[in-house]
């Protein structure tokens, strides 16, 4: 195990964001998924904590958020990739209609 990190995010910051913002942080693979759900700020949120759970983990703060991926198998079980990069990671996400929270390990 080379690192680890953890983030907790509050859903409401997620609350109509506007596309522009969610552009700007999220890949078109993650919108997608997120819109797929009657609460997609629950997986927004999630997935943001997942970004800076990613960068806690590696401890560098120059990873773009949208170099990085969360991709779920078939099962549900979440995945993250950083673009270009051939770290690997585990992760595992949570979230209640109020907080999600992400941890990641770097290994
Ligand atoms: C997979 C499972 C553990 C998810 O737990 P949950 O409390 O419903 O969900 P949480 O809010 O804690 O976490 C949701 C996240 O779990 C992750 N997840 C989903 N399926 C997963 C799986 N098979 N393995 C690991 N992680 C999984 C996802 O990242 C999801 O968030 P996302 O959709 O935004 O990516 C649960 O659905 C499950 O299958 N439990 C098995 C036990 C069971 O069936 N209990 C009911 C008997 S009464």
């Known amino acids: ?20 913002f969610l552009k700007r ?5 993650e919108i997608k998924y ?19 759970a990613v960068i806690k983990a590696t401890t560098d703060r120059k990873i773009a958020m949208k170099d990085i991926c969360v991709k779920n198998r078939k099962n549900g079980a979440p995945e993250v990739f950083v673009r270009g990069r051939r770290q690997k990671f585990f992760i595992s996400i949570s979230h209640t209609k109020t907080l999600a929270v992400a941890v990641v390990v770097l290994y």
Do not use: P, Q
Not at 25 to 29: H, L
């Open 34 to 52: 997120c819109r797929k759900s009657a609460a997609a700020e629950l997986h927004f949120a999630a997935r943001f904590a997942a970004k800076e």
């Open 25 to 29: 942080v999220f890949t078109e693979e």
């Open 1 to 20: 195990m080379k690192g680890i990190g953890i983030d907790i995010v509050e859903v409401k910051r997620f609350h109509g964001v506007s596309n522009r």
